[in-house]
């Protein structure tokens, strides 16, 4: 009963440094998106997905990449990380024609 | 653009009462679903109720319960009987057909025991 997996759970990196946090799901899900969330900031869109090999962009976009060539797996990769980037990472993914999102359990991210 | 507002940052309630956390939002849709999830210190979002826009009949989940008035873009959520499990951040959030999730930022509710 897996739902949205993400790793790393926990992950402290230095400014300029990149990684990738990995985001899978075995729900057969055509959506699949990435949040952050900052304190008072609510929940905010990165990226997102409708389909494999289909990504567009959310709200907060810079200094992130998305791909999506399969449907389980939605990887969110920090090019050159920044101190601004520190957050807690939610990825989340729902089924077309779906109203309800389904969350993974979080990544902390700590940019030093 | 779609829009949610929570502007009560930080709510308390005393264990066994009723409290009642505001949200407003704006949709230029007319196909639209509304939610309430709790983030208890784990982090993990949890789905608390949903609304779908389309049903005047407000929604209701056990001691969980919506006041939805669409003509107001407004959508509560009021708990009652209130427990010590129920301390948690919780966020109000809006979905029409572009899959896109729209939150607001919070309130975080305390429970006096």
């Known amino acids: 009963n897996a739902g949205v997996t993400q790793t790393p759970k926990f992950q402290v990196l230095k400014t300029g440094q990149s990684m990738t946090l990995q985001c899978a799901q075995d729900m057969n899900h055509e959506y699949m998106s990435w949040y952050r969330q900052d304190p008072g900031m609510g929940l905010r869109l990165i990226h997102y997905?409708?389909?494999?090999?289909?990504?567009d962009q959310g709200e907060v976009p810079n200094g992130y990449n998305v791909s999506r060539s399969t449907t389980e797996d939605f990887p969110l990769r920090l090019l050159s990380a920044a101190p601004s980037q520190t957050s807690v990472y939610f990825c989340a993914s729902m089924r077309a024609n779906g109203n309800t999102i389904y969350f993974g359990e979080g990544s902390w991210l700590t940019v030093v | 653009a779609q829009t949610v507002t929570q502007s009560q940052p930080e709510m308390s309630v005393q264990e066994a009462e009723t409290v009642t956390l505001s949200c407003t939002y704006d949709?230029?849709?007319?196909?639209?679903?509304l939610f309430w999830y709790k983030q208890p210190p784990s982090r993990q979002m949890i789905l608390v109720i949903r609304?779908?826009?389309?049903?005047?009949q407000n929604a209701t989940e056990n001691r969980f319960s919506v006041n939805f008035q669409k003509a107001a873009k407004s959508f509560s959520l009021k708990i009652s009987d209130s427990q010590l499990g129920d301390a948690a951040m919780y966020f109000c959030?809006?979905?029409?057909?572009?899959?896109?999730?729209?939150f607001g930022t919070g309130t975080r509710l305390k429970v006096l025991a």
């Open positions: 997905s409708v389909g494999a090999g289909i990504t």
């Open positions: 949709t230029s849709e007319s196909d639209y679903y």
């Open positions: 609304q779908e826009a389309y049903k005047q």
């Open positions: 959030a809006c979905s029409s057909g572009t899959y896109k999730y729209i």
